[in-house]
Every structure is written in C-alpha cells, then in structure tokens.
C-alpha cells in the first residue's frame, strides 16, 4: 500500500530542522563576523573605536581612514607595488610553466617522471629551509630590495604549482587535437600556441589566480628580501603598521587598509569560485 | 626488401623519438633552471653555510669552518626545543580541531537545504583574506580592553571577566591555535566536500533500505570512504601547520611562550644575522618535514595498495 506523503512534519523533525538552521546561522556568522568586524571598525574614529561599550555598528561611519593611509604613508606605492609583483609573478609563472607542463603532459622521455615528482616536492618543502641561501642569491644578484628580486623568489613556489595544474590540464586534451596539426607541418611551439592554448584557456586563468593569490599574500619573503617603502608590498605594510603613539595602534587604520586589500581578492575569488575551488581540491585530491 | 624497409622505419622512429626527447627538454628547461637557482642551489647552500661561522651583515661572506659546532649547539639549545614543542603542540590541536570541525561542516553543506550556495560562499571567506590581514584582524579582536571576543563572550556568559588572550602565557597558545582554526578549516571542509560527492548515492540507498540508521551509514559508509580525501587534508595541512610563520609571527611576535620553529629559524638568520647557526637551525626544519613527508609517502603508497 503507498502511503500519502504527510504535509506536516512531526514536532521532533521540526525541531531537528529548527536546530540545523540554528548550526548554519552560527557556522555564518562565525565565518563572516570577523572580516565584517573589520569594515566596522575602519568606518570609526579613534574616540569610537576606543570607546566602552563597544557598538556593533558605525555610530556615524567615517570614510577619512581610508584617505588617511593614503596621506600619512605611501599605501598607494604598496599597491602599485603588490600588483607588479603579484602580476609579474604569474605571467612568469604562466609562459614558463604553459612549456614545462606541454613537455611532462604530451612528450614520452626518459627523466619525466622524476622530475614530475620533484616538481611536487618543491611544493611541500619549507621556504625557511631556504631562507638564507636565498638571501645570499638575492644579495650576490644585486636584487636586494627589488621587486624583481621578490618576483625571482616567489617563482619557488607558484611556478611548480602551476605546472602541477598546467598537467594536469594538459593530460585531458586529446591528441588528436594536436596530431592535425603536426601532419599539417606544425613545429611543437606552433602546436602549442596554436592549439593547446586555446583549449586549456580554463587551466591557465585556474592557474594564474591561485599563483596571484600566492604572490599578493605572501609575507615571509617581502619581509625579508626589502627594506625601503620603495619596494615594500602591502602585506609588509599591514604588518609593520605603527601609530603615532607606540601605546595603542591605529586600528581603525589598519583596518581600513586590511579592508582595501582584501576586497579585490574577494571579489575576484567570489566571481572565479567554481574555478578555484575545483582547482584547490584537485590538487589537493590528486596528490 | 621487406627487411630493408622495416629498418628504415623503425630508424626512422627512433629518431622521431630522439626528437621528441630533445624539444621536451628544451620546454622544460627554463623551468628547471629557475628552479634549479631559487630552489637546489639556496638549498645546497643552507646545508653548506650550516658548517661555517658567518655573519649576514658583511658582503662578499667572510665565513669560518667550524664543522659540526652548529649542529651541536643546535642539539642543546632549549631556545630551538621549545620552538619544535610548540609547532608540534600547534599543528596538533589545530588539525585536530580543523577535521573535526571542517568534517561537520562539509557535512552540514553536503545536505541539501536553502541557502545552501550563500554558506558555500561564505566559506571562501576566511581562505581568501590575505594572512596578514586576517592575522592583523584577529589581534583587535582579541584586544582585552577594546576587543570585541572579550564584549561577545561576555554578553553570552562564557567568561566573567575580560581575558587578556595574547598577554597571559597560558592563553596565546590557544588564541594562536583559535586564529587557525578560523582561517583554515573552511580548505579543510572544501576537500573533503568534494570526497562527500564522489560517494555514490546509491549506497545510501541500499543502506536505507536494509534498515540503517544515520548514524551507522555514517561510521559504516560516508567515514570509510571518506578516508582518502581525509587522509589528504590531513596531511596537506599538517604540513601548513608545521611551517607556520605569518599568523605566529604577527599576533604573537618571537616572545618564547609561542615562538615556532620558522619563526626561530628567521630570527637567527636575519635578526640575529648569524647565517651559520641559523642556517643549522633551517637545515633541522628541513629534515624533520623530509622525515614527515617520507613517512606520509610510505603511508599513501600502502594505503593506494
């Protein structure tokens, strides 16, 4: 006998759906409360921020923080200077990575596959561990507090990682795609060119945000291998943010410039996002 | 003649394999020759500057062979012990609270329910903000007289008085470990989401049907063969975890209650500028990670077979 689908569900299956919107409500608060925390607290004067109780709201919200960073040190420099190195980075890593992932997807050679795991080693290993070798190269290169000399260093780590995507891509292109070609007289360079870029057009913008992300955040080596505001990169700035007074910092901004450089980021990880979580996980699960 | 042209052919073919050989080589060469300067040569020279007496302030590099000296310092120096305890105590709670808590989440988000896209979203959130920031973000939060996690915890009653989190040594730890959490379950979660929805419905189905509750389909179907995402995420972010610098180094600075092993690194090498020790305090971080990944190799191998 088929029962009727009953309209009303019992108390203990609403309270169970009543508590599962409860843990979701949490989980998003828990998740956005801290980056909301921040625009709040950018949106308010020191008196505001320094005041108890604390308002969870901008009492009358001020927009002068955000021209303040810009007039009391060269925040725009940071900028301009995040996105060469940033930009620079992932075109490198692109045009020379797109050649090494053609040679490990497509071409049968002896060597292949230890270099393939090598590339995955350089991955994991900690850039500590080559810290001062790094340092002496930099110095020894004249690229001591350049941006070229940050975009030499962050090669370490974005270019094998987009190799390892690059292949990854490479591998689920048929080839007869380029096997036309090559009957057609093509060279390898042309077939590339040609017609695998077109194809693994997805792999190389996959590729290219994550190396970008890579490079805009990284700390370590900027912190390091620059001294001058001349070649500083914003995390740097961020993280190296002083007050007039040493006794209470400025958060409000710091947070208006934690705000300014996390919203291009998001912004671009929110369009992009089918793209880079598929990206993220098949790394990870092909590992 | 049939001979003759078999020959030929199969000459022919080694040679096209011969260039093949050569123009893939050619492609990577580039790559390898970068990777050769910024990776196999710092390296090499990490290892070899860890047997020399060398400042980093002087250019070119006035160094001294000193032998093992480094090394045997390194083996009596609470200061390094104490920065090795603290990442393994680190990475030990924070992955272990991370798979919990990305489990149930990726759980909660693998069921279908509205709105269920917007906290697939969110989730992208505390990935996406830059290290320093939210590093930078978490250390006003955790203010102890303007903070607001003292103002929260306080209206739900879970503290009685404000706490000072990043000044009493018994709590940086778990205010470190708290940061992480927050910053980095959400990868965790996103993995194992995607080993959530390559489990086969019908499973579920068939488990249903023979009368299994949610919970034994759980412990019976969804766990075990969730093991390899599990077993992934796991791994990738012991290994974040064990070279932990930005958060560490921001919210908490180089006191010793918290220092990790990086940080200590860093601070011999640069702030210090011995190159000779600080490179033997690098090459030790090196080798503990080599020895974790290898075991982690072995223990993938087996479980592929």
């Known amino acids: 006998m088929i029962q009727p689908r009953r309209k009303n569900l019992s108390i203990g299956a609403m309270l169970s759906k009543g508590l599962f919107f409860v843990g979701v409500g949490f989980l998003l608060f828990y998740l956005l409360f801290p980056f909301y925390w921040a625009i709040v607290s950018s949106l308010k004067t020191s008196n505001q921020l320094f005041a108890t109780p604390i308002t969870y709201f901008p009492p009358t919200p001020q927009w002068v923080n955000y021209q303040t960073i810009f007039t009391t040190q060269p ?7 995040s996105f060469l190195v940033a930009g620079g980075t992932t075109l490198l890593s692109l045009f020379i990575g797109l050649f090494a992932a053609y040679a490990i997807g ?19 290993f900690p850039s500590i561990s080559v810290l001062g070798g790094l340092f002496v190269l930099v110095r020894s290169l004249g690229l001591y507090d350049s941006i070229p000399g940050l975009i030499l260093t962050y090669l370490l780590f974005t270019l094998p990682f987009t190799i390892w995507i690059l292949t990854s891509f490479v591998r689920e292109i048929p080839m007869e795609l380029e096997e036309a070609a090559y009957i057609d007289g093509a060279t390898p360079v042309q077939a590339l060119f040609r017609v695998m870029l077109p194809v693994i057009a997805p792999g190389l913008v996959t590729a290219g945000l994550l190396a970008f992300i890579q490079a805009w955040n990284e700390f370590l080596f900027a912190l390091t291998f620059t001294v001058n505001e001349r070649s500083r990169t914003v995390p740097v700035a961020i993280a190296l943010f002083s007050g007039t007074s040493s006794f209470e910092l400025p958060w409000n901004q710091i947070m208006a410039a934690s705000v300014v450089v996390t919203v291009p980021l998001l912004v671009l990880v929110l369009i992009f996002q089918q793209r880079i979580v598929a990206g993220l996980t098949a790394g990870a699960v092909k590992g | 003649m049939l001979n003759l042209k078999n020959k030929d052919l199969s000459k022919k073919q080694s040679s096209l394999a011969a260039w093949r050989t050569r123009t893939a080589w050619f492609f990577l060469a580039p790559s ?45 120096d609470p200061r390094w012990w104490r920065s090795v305890w603290n990442t393994v105590v680190f990475t030990f709670y924070s992955v272990g609270i991370e798979t919990v808590l990305g489990l149930t989440i990726a759980l909660i988000v693998h069921s279908e329910f509205r709105g269920r896209g917007l ?77 959530l929805q390559g489990i086969p419905k019908e499973l579920y189905e068939a488990a249903r049907v023979d009368g299994a509750s949610p919970v034994q389909q759980f412990w019976r179907i969804t766990l075990p063969l969730l093991r390899p995402s599990l077993l992934v995420a796991l791994i990738f972010r012991t290994l974040d975890a064990l070279r932990v610098f930005d958060m560490i180094y921001i919210v908490a600075g180089t006191q010793i209650e918290t220092i990790s092993m990086s940080i200590y690194a860093r601070q011999q090498l640069i702030s210090f500028g011995s190159l000779g020790y600080g ?26 077979k």
Do not use: C, H
């Not at chain 2, 090459?283 to 191998?301: D, E, N």
């Open chain 1, 106 to 124: 497509r071409f049968q050679f002896r060597g292949r596959q230890p270099i393939y795991y090598t590339m995955l080693a350089v991955t994991m």
């Open chain 2, 32 to 76: 390898l020759i970068i990777l050769l300067l910024v990776a196999a040569y710092p390296l090499f020279r990490t290892f070899q500057l860890s047997f020399f007496d060398v400042s980093i302030l002087k250019f070119p590099l006035q160094a001294t062979w000193v032998g093992f000296d480094n090394y045997v310092a390194l083996f009596s």
């Open chain 2, 119 to 195: 906290v697939r979203t969110a989730m992208l959130v505390p990935w996406a903000i830059p290290g320093v920031v939210s590093s930078q973000m978490w250390r006003w939060m955790l203010n102890d007289v303007y903070g607001v996690i003292n103002d929260l915890f306080m209206r739900l009653r879970i503290i009685r008085t404000p706490m000072a989190w990043l000044a009493e040594p018994a709590l940086v730890l778990p205010a470190l470990i708290m940061i992480d959490v927050w910053k980095t379950t959400p990868f965790m979660a996103l993995i194992l989401l995607a080993g």
């Open chain 1, 75 to 81: 925040f725009g420099r940071f900028l301009f200077n």
């Open chain 2, 279 to 304: 490179s033997a305090v690098a090459a030790g971080i090196f080798l503990i990670l080599a020895m974790y990944i290898s075991v982690y190799l072995v223990t993938l191998k087996v479980e592929v």
